[in-house]
């Protein structure tokens, strides 16, 4: 067996031996390889009591190396295929998730939201490719007819623009929202929470296998494993910063789609909400979100709100993604709003900025003022100016002269 | 005739002569006093052109004073009193309308938002103590059911909890928001855009008695005066200040609502929104401010929200009222809520703070660092702390310890 495939039987390995998205596994992985971690786990040597019992209790069940292969096999004969970060497929801003980290974690799963070591994917599409443009619409089960409308609209609105609609497999909004997305004759992305072969819900089997022919069916889980409770919120964080903005239409109190929403804000990527009827409990949820979040999550009303603000992401990202922190990055919409209203050149005084940027005029002599101790602004006699960007960079300043310095 | 007495009829003759809110006419009064302004003015000592021109027209059309007086009778006919600056019961708030300045100012009506000369009142309680614990609920004329029926829950709800409630007298939401007060036996303010012997619309009559029997009919315009369209808009920076706080239910695109809402902003009120269906024309002007006001527009979705916002704004409007500008008034919710969250001794890692304050970690790392900026809080090697309060302040600072030196 060459050294490549024993490392993707590694993987494997170790998502039976432990749940996907475990920090402990990650990190070893990134340190020794993913064949010297499942020895090291294999011979009891984990680092933490918890995943210490796990795997103990999982390999009392099997031998891991045996399962994997199985698995393989499995996918074979299910036409499905294992994605790992060594394939030209891999989706890489899924990397992003060795940085989240959710505040207030009661529950273990809200902490163990690492990458994923692997992916099994059935569908014709390069699974990278296909997340490239994308944006997850999720909500509840229970939805209204109200939320199904919106989200098949939103399904629909995004294929036609060519960006591919990722969700679950649930009913309710999800199923909605992949429909909207195959009716438009685009591409439709289901994560689920268990193995490909026995996709959860039965009901939706007619729809995953009509997603499996024109989009992808993608799980970190291989065949044959359960959909389990708590593997719905492991799977959330994948739709959350595998896209480029996560959409929520409906959502109960305490719904499993604000968890994938929070996790797109802590993920830095954009939670957008629809609002509903105040007197439909399918949209508490939802408006508790929007207040929970008044500068992170963003209201939208319809497609055309949603492209605005996942437009805006690819640059909010990029300065993380070219890698140490920036004061810009702690900039809020205001903030960047006002300087994007300045003039290139010259100086505008703080009424026609406000009224350029669509900022109160109280908000922007704030956020004015903390422009210029971050030096990004000038105050000038007329007004407020762009501070000059290091001569270096005027290039890149052309693009975002909001950022000098980038 | 007493001086007291010309004072008022001096004032009369003014809202006659130029419309309430004309910025020109309030700085004279400021600084003359109405006799002497109105004598200025008749005498076509007029500041300003456009001014002297509307002075010119109206008191060609008859004596001011002797047009004061009839309106004064007729008013007494109508057992309605006038109110100046002068009586017990004039409502101060109304004094910060001389600060409001609303930006992208195009129509002259944004720019004349002075302070009213005198208010016109029909019904038992002295107006100030009818405003001081008030709410304004405003919407759309062509409401839906569902916005009918959200007025008229918010209207009883907050009458139910002696919050006055406060709207114009417009059919659909205006309507439903005093008919809910009145259910609940509670007090409603309803601030008309004519005279109060010609309320405005005329189907709405019979509620107009109602109310003027347990509440009160307000308007700055003398009896007579008929109900143009720009008298809506000048009526509306009252209703914004005159109240706590405005909660808009149901506006289409670009309604008067929201410019209601808006005032309340620019006016440092709260501006709370209900939203609504993505579906219903009459929630995409809620919906447009709320994406316009992220920071500032509060979404509430019932009456406890409404009094949180409004409890809180009572607090928020306090440092103003007590004069010069203080750091604390540039403080967002998130930077407030981690003041609030500090303990009063010691201090306490970003972890649990942002937990505590229930604000994201990347949020509170960014508010910590300007509370640091602005010395409200110092960072010690076992987290952030308060800094300490100005030896004088320690009674107003255990009450409020989130802002040092109040």
């Known amino acids: 067996m060459s050294a490549e495939e024993e490392n993707r039987l590694a993987r494997v390995a170790l998502t039976w031996l432990a749940e996907p998205g475990t920090r402990a596994v990650h990190r070893l ?9 499942l020895d090291l786990l294999l011979d009891g040597g984990s680092p933490d009591g918890w995943l210490h019992t796990t795997v103990a209790a999982r390999s009392a069940a099997g031998d891991a190396r045996a399962v994997a292969a199985e698995a393989l096999q499995r996918a074979d004969r299910l036409g499905a295929r294992l994605v790992t970060p060594d394939d030209e497929e891999w989706p890489s801003p899924v990397a992003d998730l060795a940085t989240l980290r959710l505040p207030d974690v009661s529950r273990r799963v809200d902490a163990e939201t690492a990458p994923p070591l692997c992916f099994w994917v059935r569908g014709g599409w390069p699974l990278g490719e296909a997340l490239d443009r994308s944006v997850a619409v999720v909500g509840a089960r229970a939805a209204t007819g109200y939320g199904q409308h919106v989200a098949t609209e939103l399904g629909y609105g995004l294929a036609e623009r060519d960006w591919t609609v990722v969700s679950g497999g649930a009913f309710g909004i999800d199923a909605a929202a992949h429909r909207g997305a195959l009716t438009a004759g685009g591409l439709t992305v289901a994560v689920l929470a268990c193995g490909l072969d026995r996709p959860y819900p039965i009901g939706n089997t007619a729809l995953f296998d009509r997603i499996a022919e024109t989009g992808l069916l993608v799980s970190e889980w291989p065949p044959g494993a359960e959909p389990l409770r ?6 959330n964080r994948v739709i959350a910063v595998g896209t480029r903005g996560t959409v929520v239409v409906e959502a109960s109190a305490r719904s499993g789609a604000t968890q994938t929403a929070r996790r797109a804000i802590y993920g830095n990527r954009v939670a957008m909400v629809v609002p509903g009827p105040v007197t439909s409990a399918m949209s508490v ?21 949603v492209l605005e ?9 990029a300065p993380l993604a070219r890698g140490p922190q920036r004061p810009s990055d702690a900039l809020d919409d205001d903030a960047r709003s006002l300087l994007e209203a300045l003039p290139r050149r010259g100086a505008m005084g703080v009424d026609r900025l406000s009224v350029r940027a669509g900022v109160g005029v109280r908000t922007a002599l704030r956020k004015l003022s903390l422009l210029e101790e971050l030096s990004m602004v000038v105050r000038r006699d007329d007004g407020y100016a762009l501070a000059p960007p290091p001569a270096a960079s005027t290039r890149a300043a052309a693009q975002t002269p909001a950022l000098p310095g980038t």
């Open 29 to 37: 992985v990134e340190r020794h390889g993913p064949v010297a971690t």
């Open 230 to 235: 708590p593997r719905f919120l492991i799977r």
């Open 285 to 305: 949820g939802a408006h508790e979100f929007l207040r929970e979040f008044p500068d992170k999550a963003r209201l939208v009303t319809g497609v055309a709100h």
């Open 309 to 317: 603000e996942v437009g805006r992401i690819g640059a909010d990202l």
